[in-house]
């Protein structure tokens, strides 16, 4: 089903507030641009309008700019390298709106087909407040941990355990790793922990795999103008993943993977289900489904076999906040641990027990 002009603009309009708030002035000054061709430009609206996905749920705007990107990429186009720093450029909004929208002109069949395409991000910055999380899991279970991943994506967060992670004062990982998350704590102290990982694996619906020769542009394709930071991480996580033993990461839905992984749970092993940005891709009904299948779970759960649910999603009230929640079964516990950026970085851990 096409969407309205309605639909479209308030996807851009939520979209570009994102931007704002995350420190991409292209992508703000673009969106701007595109508002303002809706209803204007035959082309652009019509390109927009067709598309037969929600533009929030799927957001339009980043699909967009993935398949510009990723088609700029193949043909080495002069404004990438230009006017966007994680090419090498320098930001120019006045310039790169006009040779963004030359671009998308000269390009709209190929643009239409990869907007198909759904936003993979895989930011690793998460890694560092995911792994706080699983650390603070393993002190207080004391067991070998059995990870489930659900959204993965790459798998690149499954690995937490192989990059280092400078907390406040204690620090964890290897220090010799080729991806440093060094500065991602603004407060709080999170603690180390010893880990043994005994499973990992991921699920997801469109599972990206490390060694394929086009996952390292398909991944770029979905950072941000500014963020060189996430292009440098990505490509150390890339280089740690090729050098791990290969996941397993399966393509599935997550409600209907997790009732699978959780019906039978290890002894003597705490399984975690854990996931980053990810539930806004769900419907209202998949997001009642799958908290209620793992609290369910969890409440039949015994003290042999603990289940952990760590989560790192926006908050209800502001996007650009994300809640780093774990629940604890048996002990029924429900711990909001940190506030974080949607990348994983300013993270203010302050665990609060709240009302399971
Ligand atoms: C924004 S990305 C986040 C990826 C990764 N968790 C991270 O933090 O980098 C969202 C991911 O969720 C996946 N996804 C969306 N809906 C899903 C579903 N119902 N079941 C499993 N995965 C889903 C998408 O394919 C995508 O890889």
Redesign the pocket.
């Known amino acids: 089903m096409s969407q309205t002009i309605d639909q479209v603009r308030a996807g851009c309009e939520w979209q570009r507030e994102l931007c704002r708030k995350n420190g991409s002035p292209t992508y703000v000054a673009i969106i701007t641009e595109l508002i303002e061709r809706l209803g204007a430009d035959e082309a652009v609206t019509e390109l927009l309008t067709a598309d037969d996905q929600d533009p929030i749920q799927s957001a339009l705007c980043l699909r967009l700019f993935g398949a510009v990107n990723r088609i700029a990429m193949a043909e080495s186009a002069s404004w990438l390298t230009a006017y966007y720093p994680t090419f090498g450029g320098e930001t120019e909004v006045d310039k790169v709106v006009p040779a963004f929208f030359d671009f998308l002109g000269a390009n709209l069949p190929a643009v239409r087909e990869q907007m198909s395409i759904?936003?993979?991000?895989?930011?690793v910055g998460?890694a560092a407040p995911l792994s706080a999380a699983m650390n603070y899991v393993a002190t207080a279970t004391g067991l070998p941990l059995r990870l489930l991943e659900?959204?993965?994506?790459a798998g690149l967060?499954l690995l937490f355990d192989r990059y280092f992670v400078a907390g406040s004062d204690e620090s964890w990982g290897p220090a010799d790793s080729v991806l440093r998350l060094v500065g991602h704590f603004e407060s709080g102290r999170p603690r180390a922990a010893r880990l043994d990982i005994a499973e990992r694996r991921g699920?997801?619906?469109?599972p990206i795999d490390v060694y394929a020769p086009e996952t390292a542009n398909l991944l770029r394709s979905f950072v941000w103008p500014e963020h060189v930071e996430r292009v440098h991480r990505l490509d150390a996580a890339l280089e740690v993943a090729r050098s791990a033993p290969r996941l397993s990461i399966d393509a599935?839905?997550?409600c209907s993977w997790v009732l699978k992984h959780i019906e039978e749970l290890t002894p003597g092993h705490t399984t975690v289900i854990f996931?980053?940005?990810?539930l806004a891709?769900?419907d209202a009904d998949?997001r009642a489904r799958f908290a209620k299948l793992i609290r369910t779970r969890g409440a039949a759960t015994g003290e042999d076999q603990p289940l952990a649910w760590i989560s790192l999603e926006p908050s209800v009230d502001d996007s650009s906040v994300v809640n780093l929640v774990c629940e604890l079964w048996p002990t029924n516990k429900r711990v909001l641990l940190a506030r974080t950026t949607p990348h994983g970085t300013q993270v203010r851990w302050d665990p609060q027990e709240e009302s399971a």
């Open positions: 759904s936003v993979q991000t895989n930011e998460r659900v959204g993965a994506s967060n699920c997801d619906l469109n599935a839905d997550g996931h980053s940005i990810v891709y769900f998949e």
